[in-house]
């Protein structure tokens, strides 16, 4: 692991017990309740059959022997058959803060990922459809995922499974044929191929004859027609440019763009593979995979008219990512509305006899809905996502204007700023729950928000600054410091938080919820702003100031790199 200390094993490096090996001691010993006993603690009762003593007894035993060497305990102490080991806080706290330092933007990396990927299906918005609030959360929480895998070790590859065919794409070159042009549609872009689909479905109410015609034109996309395929390049690329820019606002990337459309040669493998296993029932002309032993509805694969459907390509696509990156796991990042579609799919690849199955999962999530009335909507019910950040940039640079009169970059400093309210909105409740999103509430300084966090890392920033020794500039170690001025509750809470970051990290993975980090990073900045009351940082005595400093330092980087790996920007001034 790159420099993330492991003090549990330090600590049973130190203990002695016949007959045990220092893994299995590893494995016993816990972070006690109360921590003021002590940092951590191994319970002696498991021994006691074993050396035949009570547990009261080896305890005391095990410390004398400790006890008798050089260690780097403050306190080894035993009660009530417990062993408790306290750290010497002051050279603890020196090693971390400086390791921060020395480590900056890589604290909290790890190897742990080695050798596997993960391939994570996310954003995956809709061709020629609006990129609306419905795909925030699946776009900023796949991208967060994306950057802590890679941050852990692991290879992580970003799938856009881009929602690029179907029969809307008729409809869209039925609506295009009849009131669009080449020129108006590439000038209005993602808006204009909106307002046509929204003006087809109110013609087709009326004329039933539409939906014929877009049919015949889906299929003349799927037959290879020149003119339906061009004009679905068209309006995949119209969509594209715009969804990138939105995308470039959240900084979130993709390794593959390879959306249903890619799947379409890709298919009948597959279900050939399932006719052969015996898989496949005929029902009405149409070929299901039965699952009423499963409790499930089948899974529909191919309609009577021989079309194939979301699921078909969705059962294409696990095994072209099986062959083509070996993924450790495969994770989709797609609202609980989904949830039995990825049950069916999964179960039918466990039916199929893959053991990797079970490597596939679905990683559902809530909805997000606007306060009433914070919003006019431009079409029907939708609301753009990009309508929802240039507001809350909006908002953001009248908060800066009035707080901040004398900033320097205020256009850009409350793009940050909005753009990061948003997304870290979106990733603060854990995921499962449905949000609703406020402008007020999102951007409120004092909150529990992105720009409460941004905001304390650059009053860290800002103290740098001011400061007469340029901490950021001396190298780890080498920092005249007088680390006892440290030595306080508000100092310790923060460093201590400060030392589960990388710890953070991987159960964000665990439990895929960047709320976690989220979370943390809400207490980082708490701790941060209550040491700041507590202590004046530039002290008269240059000990004291860098001791302090390096803190202020630290918790600078953690902050920043928490804040990045959520896709969000810290400005060093706001
Ligand atoms: N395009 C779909 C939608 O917007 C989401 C696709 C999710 N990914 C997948 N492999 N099915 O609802």
Known sequence: MLGMRDKKREVAEY?????MPMEAIYELIERPQDLSKGDYALPCFRFAKT???SPVMIAEEIKNKILDKSHPFESVEAINGYLNFKFDKKKESLYLIENIRKQGAKYGSSDEGKGKTVCIDYSSINIAKPFHIGHLMTTVLGGALYRIYKKRGYNAVGINHLGDWGTQFGKLIV??????????????GIMGLNDLYVKYHREAEKDKDLDDKARAWFKKIEDGDKEALKLFELFKELTLVEVEKVYKRLNIKFDSYAGESFYNDKMEPVLNELREKGLIEVSEGAEIVNLDEYQMPPCLLVRSDGATLYATRDLAAAFYRKKTYDFWKNLYVVAYQQNLHFKQVFKVVELMGYEWAKDLIHIPFGMVSLESGSMSTRAGNVVWLKDVLDRSEEQSLDIIKAKSPHLNNKETVSKQVGVGAVIFFALSSGRIKDTVFSYDEVLNFDGETGPYVQYTNARCNSVLRKAEVDIKNIPSGEIEADFSSIENESSYT???ILEQFGEILSISLDKYEPSILTRYLIDVAKAFNKFYLENRIIDGKLGVSNARLALVCST???????????????????
């Open 175 to 188: 609506a295009y044929k009849m009131w669009g042009d080449e020129k108006t549609i590439r000038e209005t």
């Open 494 to 496: 923060l460093i201590s």
């Open 15 to 19: 203990i002695e017990i016949e007959g």
């Open 51 to 53: 050396l035949r003593k």
């Open 556 to 574: 600078a980087v953690v902050l920043k790199e928490g804040l990045s790996l959520l896709g969000i920007e810290a400005p060093e001034e706001m």
